[in-house]
């Protein structure tokens, strides 16, 4: 598709458990960012990847949460012992001129952590 | 660190009213700001932006928005709302230069009345 792609849609889990989200960007947007989004909040910024590289994960809120993109295309958010806390939106986005703050957003992957 | 507020949760107008959406900011310099639609279903969607020059700007949908510097403002409006205007409406700002960290604001959910 002609979008950016994310999955799953929704996802259940146990407390404890690992989780992995998955998304794939619009073709040749070299920027990929991903956003978590809680009930009655905005987007908060949680890593941007340039390329293969992370460039900045300073939102990534502990050693838990963990994202690659190897090939420099699709990205894998990581999370490992899921908390109820970590219960949120996950959004996708990407962007072919990442400095202009103009991004494609995903429709995101909903975690639930029971 | 840059912050935007959106004072209104919640707006309820009729169709064919118009609307006002209000952003105000907190940037030492010059931002670079924006609106994003999130509708049932969708991804956000950039609606417009501004960086600089003529402080209204245009964007999709038949919505413009007023860069006020003295006010820190960047209130959203439309004319004349339709029903499928119903949707959540964030402003975000990022630092200019950077590629990273779009912050967005909690988000107006309008609702619009036949």
């Known amino acids: 598709g002609a979008g950016v792609s994310q999955t799953p849609s929704n996802k259940v889990t146990e407390k404890g458990k690992y989780v992995e989200l998955r998304c794939d960007p619009i073709?040749?947007?070299?920027?990929l960012y991903w956003y978590r989004q809680s009930l009655g909040q905005g987007p908060e910024f949680l890593i941007y990847?340039?390329?293969?590289?992370?460039?900045?994960d300073s939102g990534l809120p502990n050693d838990r949460f963990f994202a690659v993109r190897p090939e420099g295309s699709v990205s894998t958010l990581k999370i490992q012992r899921t908390e109820r806390g970590d219960s949120a939106v996950y959004l996708c986005?990407?962007?072919?001129?990442?400095?202009?703050?103009?991004?494609?957003f995903g429709e995101g992957s909903r975690l639930t952590v029971l | 660190a840059q912050s935007v507020t959106q004072p209104d949760i919640h707006i309820t107008v009729s169709e064919g009213a118009s609307l006002e959406l209000r952003c105000n900011y907190s940037?030492?310099?010059?931002?670079?700001l924006f609106w994003y639609v999130q509708s049932p279903g969708q991804g956000l969607q950039l609606l417009l932006k501004?960086?600089?020059?003529?402080?209204l700007v245009q964007g999709i949908k038949g919505f413009e928005a007023e860069f006020k510097r003295s006010q820190s403002s960047f209130n959203l409006r439309k004319p004349s709302v339709h029903w499928s205007d119903a949707a959540e409406y964030f402003c975000?700002?990022?630092?200019?230069?950077?590629?990273?960290?779009?912050?967005f604001g909690t988000g107006t959910r309008l609702q619009v009345t036949l």
């Open positions: 990847f340039q390329g293969t590289g992370a460039a900045d």
């Open positions: 986005a990407s962007s072919s001129t990442p400095t202009t703050g103009e991004l494609f």
């Open positions: 501004y960086f600089s020059g003529d402080t």
């Open positions: 073709s040749g947007h070299t920027a």
């Open positions: 975000a700002v990022i630092n200019t230069g950077t590629a990273s960290k779009l912050t």
């Open positions: 940037y030492g310099a010059t931002p670079y």
